[in-house]
């Protein structure tokens, strides 16, 4: 029978074992083994479904532990807290080729939108049917759109591109981006481009920043529309992760919600380490701790970049920021801490909870209500087509160069959740400096409402005029202040990631966006899957490999055209800047 949401654990997991009546290793049975799974993010969902299909794991020996009354973890959508509104904590693009690890998941999910599809061929050809197109990418002062094919790298600056792209990982241990590049740099549309799409800062980790540049380059001729851009149909929960999570129960996976795990204990001995006991909590109550077996594995998820969410709503802002002490408090931060204390090669988790200030992003969701069931468009959506000439879902991101706030606003394809109702439109936006007064709310981000962060954006669109009442009638804005949703990208040094499956480890494994994966690229669906395949083909000894990363820098097709693109040669038609339209 499909699994649901479970309260209590199989006996093998709470009944007490001496360490010296431990078996010698696993059994190479797949049916004596019972997994557990620490986070219900994207990282452990794939991980469940790989021990099923090339393990053969039975799924009802698989466990996932979730601190979350919901399994998705980063990769939300939904209902704001008081149903007045939708929102999302963050958004996703994909491409054809960088994310091959999540189309192989997806390849054998069966999609809930399109009976007899996967949820790959629902991202692939909606992708086809609704291509990206962006007529207003980067939009200067007075909402002037302009030729943003026109990269504008300083000569200098790029000459250090050059040498950053070849340059062996170990000589850039603890830089920052700006310290590679001069103060030109970051005033060119190339990082204005950068900056918004992938969310980097200056001061973030320049290995990070260098992976980017190998990873998408192929994208870089693409950068001024965004061209090479897929989406699916709806938002990443309803697309991705609710046809994944049922799949996963119909097969018989047990879920069990508000799980907190405290602690892990480790045996060590000169040739290997073992988890042996796993400490958690149901809803705040102790639980009886679940031993494990050698014949067991225990995959653990850790930190979390949207730890410590904080979410506010169209006439409250989402409150102070927090302290470093309240995120490292977080059960995916405070489970890695605890454990990292134990062994010196399983990370350095303050590295990236440590400093929420210069990891912080604050994202809002705007939910307009068309004024009767017949019109084609709410006001607001109305003009905001009109302005960008692009339909939602064909534009990708409009950054608005000249505000503080770091402001961009992304209009999906309509309608964005699967409950969506006719009357509804939604599109989604956010800020890379909330600490930063705003340019026409002149207040700082945080301190906004939803309310007064939808007049900052129709300011930046230049539609605050004698319609501002119009536009802004029947829409619902609900802010979500995210402490770490950059904290992948801290500057870091080797050793403060530990690796998927240490040196020794008979029969655990660590997943998500703070391991160690050689030229994986955080802050994408693809690394946190890429770390599940890792974890359960290793411990497994499944007989395929892990789904190859994308190696387009060695194209030298794909390198000439990204030249080319840097150099101001790539032959795209320059275009004068464009005013905004004239309000009737």
Same mark, same amino acid.
């Given at each position: 029978?499909?699994?649901?949401?479970?309260?209590?654990?199989?006996?093998?997991?709470?009944?007490?074992?001496?360490?010296?009546?431990?078996?010698?290793?696993?059994?190479?049975?797949?049916?004596?083994?019972?997994?557990?799974?620490?986070?219900?993010?994207?990282?452990?969902?794939?991980?469940?479904?790989?021990?099923?299909?090339?393990?053969?794991?039975?799924?009802?020996?698989?466990?996932?532990?979730?601190?979350?009354?919901?399994?998705?973890?980063?990769?939300?959508?939904?209902?704001?807290?008081?149903?007045?509104?939708?929102? =999302?904590?963050?958004?996703? =693009?994909?491409?054809?080729?960088?994310? !091959?690890?999540?189309?192989?998941?997806?390849?054998?999910?069966?999609?809930?939108?399109?009976?007899?599809?996967?949820?790959?061929?629902?991202?692939? &050809?909606?992708?086809?049917?609704?291509?990206?197109?962006?007529?207003?990418?980067?939009?200067?002062?007075?909402?002037?759109?302009? #030729?943003?094919? %026109?990269?504008?790298?300083?000569?200098?600056?790029?000459?250090?591109?050059?040498?950053?792209?070849?340059?062996?990982?170990?000589?850039?241990?603890?830089? %920052?981006?700006?310290?590679?590049?001069?103060?030109? +740099?970051?005033? @060119?549309?190339?990082?204005?481009?950068?900056?918004?799409?992938?969310?980097?800062?200056?001061?973030?980790?320049?290995?990070? +920043?260098?992976?980017?540049?190998?990873?998408?380059?192929?994208?870089?001729?693409?950068?001024?529309?965004?061209?090479?851009?897929?989406?699916?149909?709806?938002?990443?929960?309803? @697309?991705?992760?609710?046809?994944?999570?049922?799949?996963?129960?119909?097969?018989?996976?047990?879920?069990?919600?508000?799980?907190?795990?405290?602690?892990?204990?480790?045996?060590?001995?000169?040739?290997?380490?073992?988890?042996?006991?796993?400490?958690?909590?149901?809803?705040?109550?102790?639980?009886?701790?679940?031993?494990?077996?050698?014949?067991?594995?225990?995959?653990?998820?850790?930190?979390?970049?949207?730890?410590?969410?904080?979410?506010?709503?169209?006439?409250? !802002?989402?409150?102070?920021?927090?302290?470093?002490?309240?995120?490292?408090?977080?059960?995916?931060?405070?489970?890695?801490?605890?454990?990292?204390?134990?062994?010196?090669?399983?990370?350095?988790?303050?590295?990236?909870?440590?400093?929420?200030?210069?990891?912080?992003?604050? @994202?809002?969701?705007?939910?307009?209500?068309?004024?009767?069931?017949?019109? !084609?468009?709410?006001?607001?959506?109305?003009?905001?087509?009109?302005?960008? !000439?692009?339909?939602?879902?064909?534009?990708?991101?409009?950054?608005?160069?000249?505000?503080?706030?770091?402001?961009?606003?992304?209009?999906?394809?309509?309608?964005?959740?699967?409950?969506?109702?006719?009357?509804? &439109?939604?599109?989604?936006?956010?800020?890379?400096?909330? #600490?930063?007064?705003?340019?026409?709310?002149?207040?700082?981000?945080?301190?906004?409402?939803?309310?007064?962060?939808?007049?900052?954006?129709?300011?930046?669109?230049?539609?605050?005029?004698?319609?501002?009442?119009?536009?802004?009638?029947?829409?619902?804005?609900?802010?979500?202040?995210?402490?770490?949703? =950059?904290?992948?990208?801290?500057?870091? %040094?080797?050793?403060?990631?530990?690796?998927?499956?240490?040196?020794?480890?008979?029969?655990?494994?660590?997943?998500?966006?703070?391991?160690?994966?050689?030229?994986?690229?955080?802050?994408?669906?693809?690394?946190?899957?890429?770390?599940?395949?890792?974890?359960?083909?290793?411990?497994?000894?499944?007989?395929? &490999?892990?789904?190859?990363?994308?190696?387009?820098?060695?194209?030298?097709?794909?390198?000439?055209?990204?030249?080319?693109?840097?150099?101001?040669?790539?032959?795209?038609?320059?275009?004068?800047?464009?005013?905004?339209? @004239?309000?009737?």
């Amino acid at each position: 029978m499909p699994a649901t949401e479970t309260s209590s654990l199989p006996a093998a997991a709470t009944q007490p074992l001496a360490l010296d009546a431990l078996p010698a290793a696993r059994s190479a049975d797949p049916a004596a083994v019972h997994a557990y799974i620490v986070g219900g993010g994207i990282a452990g969902l794939a991980a469940a479904a790989y021990m099923i299909r090339t393990a053969s794991v039975p799924p009802q020996n698989i466990t996932v532990l979730e601190s979350l009354k919901i399994a998705g973890g980063s990769m939300d959508g939904n209902h704001s807290p008081d149903g007045k509104g939708y929102l =999302m904590r963050g958004g996703r =693009m994909f491409d054809r080729e960088a994310y !091959a690890c999540l189309y192989d998941l997806a390849s054998e999910v069966p999609s809930l939108r399109t009976p007899g599809k996967t949820v790959k061929d629902d991202i692939w &050809e909606f992708s086809s049917q609704v291509p990206t197109d962006a007529h207003a990418r980067l939009v200067e002062a007075d909402a002037v759109k302009i #030729d943003s094919s %026109r990269l504008g790298i300083p000569v200098r600056d790029v000459a250090r591109l050059s040498e950053l792209l070849v340059a062996p990982e170990s000589v850039l241990d603890g830089v %920052r981006i700006n310290d590679f590049f001069t103060a030109d +740099f970051f005033e @060119s549309n190339f990082w204005f481009m950068m900056r918004s799409t992938f969310a980097f800062q200056p001061w973030h980790s320049l290995i990070e +920043f260098k992976r980017y540049c190998l990873r998408f380059m192929h994208e870089v001729p693409k950068l001024y529309n965004l061209g090479g851009v897929w989406r699916s149909p709806y938002n990443q929960y309803d @697309s991705i992760i609710k046809p994944l999570v049922k799949q996963l129960q119909d097969q018989g996976v047990q879920f069990v919600y508000g799980a907190r795990v405290t602690n892990i204990e480790f045996e060590v001995t000169q040739k290997e380490r073992n988890a042996y006991r796993v400490h958690w909590e149901k809803d705040s109550a102790p639980q009886p701790a679940i031993e494990l077996r050698r014949t067991d594995v225990l995959f653990v998820t850790l930190g979390s970049m949207t730890a410590a969410s904080q979410i506010g709503a169209d006439d409250r !802002a989402t409150g102070p920021v927090i302290s470093a002490a309240d995120g490292q408090s977080d059960p995916a931060w405070a489970l890695w801490r605890e454990i990292a204390r134990k062994q010196p090669d399983f990370g350095h988790p303050d590295v990236f909870c440590g400093r929420p200030a210069d990891s912080m992003f604050l @994202s809002y969701t705007t939910t307009l209500r068309k004024p009767s069931p017949d019109a !084609a468009h709410h006001p607001l959506m109305a003009r905001i087509i009109e302005w960008s !000439a692009n339909e939602p879902g064909t534009g990708a991101l409009v950054t608005f160069k000249a505000s503080r706030w770091g402001l961009s606003v992304v209009v999906a394809h309509q309608p964005h959740f699967d409950d969506q109702p006719d009357d509804v &439109e939604v599109f989604w936006g956010y800020g890379l400096f909330p #600490d930063e007064v705003g340019d026409f709310v002149k207040k700082p981000m945080r301190d906004c409402t939803g309310a007064e962060m939808l007049r900052e954006t129709l300011g930046h669109f230049d539609f605050l005029d004698a319609q501002e009442g119009e536009l802004m009638k029947d829409s619902i804005t609900v802010p979500s202040l995210l402490p770490y949703t =950059m904290s992948e990208f801290m500057v870091r %040094r080797a050793g403060d990631r530990p690796q998927v499956v240490p040196q020794g480890a008979s029969n655990f494994a660590f997943m998500g966006q703070y391991v160690e994966i050689p030229e994986g690229v955080v802050f994408t669906v693809d690394y946190s899957i890429q770390g599940a395949q890792i974890a359960v083909f290793k411990h497994f000894k499944v007989a395929r &490999e892990v789904t190859p990363l994308y190696h387009g820098w060695r194209d030298p097709v794909v390198v000439l055209e990204a030249a080319r693109a840097i150099l101001g040669l790539n032959g795209t038609p320059a275009a004068a800047p464009t005013a905004p339209a @004239s309000s009737q």
